[in-house]
């Protein structure tokens, strides 16, 4: 079957199974971004409403959860000057593309403090330059090229895990229901603990503004710590264990993680006493400044896998061992990376709000899991639409500035080849990325979105660039 009646096929399959299961449920209020009700007249049933946020409608009351997303993104870039380009450059020639992704969700309530949750997915295209060439690359829903193997296009399992939660104590607070979360009242003292195949960013190094690639920003160091190599397969996903502690105001949060085999492998290593990743997040949230709601995280983690050393492999080729330094050559089981960093929201009215990260890795081994990139500042600002009279749009910009190690910087300038860098040599420079957005709520669950990115210094290289990237996005939600 080709790839687009594959994709058809599932978002005729994913409507159909929404379709019969909402068919019982019972008509919920309609939802703005952040789950609140926009209405208390307003409900997804009402074809008339311009507020209802998805085709159908999601029960509040059935002890299961289902819905799909559907989101293609396309971006173009025209050609850009170069000096040189190497193996792993982004090529300069004007070149579009086009990235799909599908995605069904079911969750099951096995008791009200337990949660079964399974999720499928179908992804195709690898985005403009087959996301080489970039360390804040554009398009977070592109498939990464895989060295040496070619990533299936079928559909694919994307998450299967349990939810079990702990009450601490008798009163309760109330939870905006979603594909990750079904109950909606939970203890405001408790702890959480989830086990089984997940995506690390969906519960860490979150952002409300700053997060999500189907209705906000999409370049990778926008979305993400571009620091925070945080443990995935090239899909993104992992499978280990999540515990969480909530109190009021407070949480923090420890995961054990697989990593993958190599760097931005598709198979992850089961063997957790030689690789895996340990992640642990405090967050605050607060109303500290002119009585407007924010939230900073502070964030660590520590990686251990068959890691190469920039220095090592720099080594070998000084000393005529190699022809081009080759981090590959120099892996070693038990080496350890690892990096910080702080995250914060900030609310100026009910509509504004301001954002930011920064980001720090050790950088002295391998880049192996997300992206090649070692220090990150990013600041951005993110409007709803209700100022204007749309109150399901959105809009944003984002400024992010990305550097690497200066151990990094030597390997690449001497014409090693990173798991997305390498343009055969390199005048180093920060990578700076500008990014804005603008997504209209068009009927129901149909978002059409225009997004623009400027990136100067691309994959940290002053030879080449700048590269203007502009991007349509549709998006749909079941």
Sequence with gaps: MSGFGQFAKVIFCALAVCFV?????????????????????????????????????????????????????????PSFPVKYTGANSMTPEAQSATTHVVTLYTGFEVT?????????????????????????????????????????????????????????????????RDELHLATSVPVRRIEFRLGKFDLADFFDLNTWGQDSHLQFLNWTVDNNGAYDYAANTRGYTDGAILDYDDHWFAARFAVALEPKAANGINLDADVARARSENLELQASGKRIAHRAGTVRL?????????????????????????????????????????????????????????????????????WAYTEDDRELEL????????????????????????????????????????????GALTYGPEKIFEGFYTAHLWRGFFASFDIQHINNPGYNQARGPITIPGLRLHVDF
């Design 299 to 367: 964030l660590g983690y520590l990686n251990q896998a068959d890691m190469g050393n920039y220095k090592e492999a720099i080594a070998e080729f000084l000393d005529h061992e190699t022809t081009a330094p080759n981090i590959v050559d120099t892996r070693r089981q038990g080496r350890h990376r690892y990096g910080f960093g702080l995250n914060f929201e900030q609310s100026l009215t009910g509509d504004l709000g301001v954002f930011g990260r920064l980001g720090w890795s050790d950088g002295h081994n391998e880049a």
């Design 112 to 176: 009200p403090t337990t949660e079964l949750f399974a999720d499928f997915e179908y992804a195709t295209g690898g985005g403009i330059g087959r996301a080489f060439g970039l360390a804040g690359y554009t398009n977070l829903d592109s498939v990464r090229t895989v060295s040496g193997a070619q990533l299936s296009t079928t559909p694919y399992l994307a998450r299967l895990m349990l939810r079990q939660i702990l009450p601490l104590s008798d009163q309760k607070t109330d939870e905006d």
């Design 380 to 423: 951005g600002a993110f409007s709803m639409g209700t100022p204007w009279r749309r109150r399901n749009d959105r809009a944003g910009i984002a400024l992010v500035a990305n550097g690497i190690v200066f151990a990094h910087q030597q390997y690449l300038a001497l014409g090693g080849l990173g798991f997305l860098l390498g343009d």
């Design 21 to 77: 299961l909402a068919s019982t449920a019972r008509p919920q209020q309609a939802a703005t971004q952040s789950g609140a009700p926009t209405s208390a007249t307003s409900t997804p049933d009402d074809s008339s409403s311009s507020d209802a946020v998805t085709l159908l409608p999601h029960s509040e009351t059935d002890g299961y959860w289902i819905s799909a997303q559907a989101n293609v993104v396309f971006q173009w870039h």
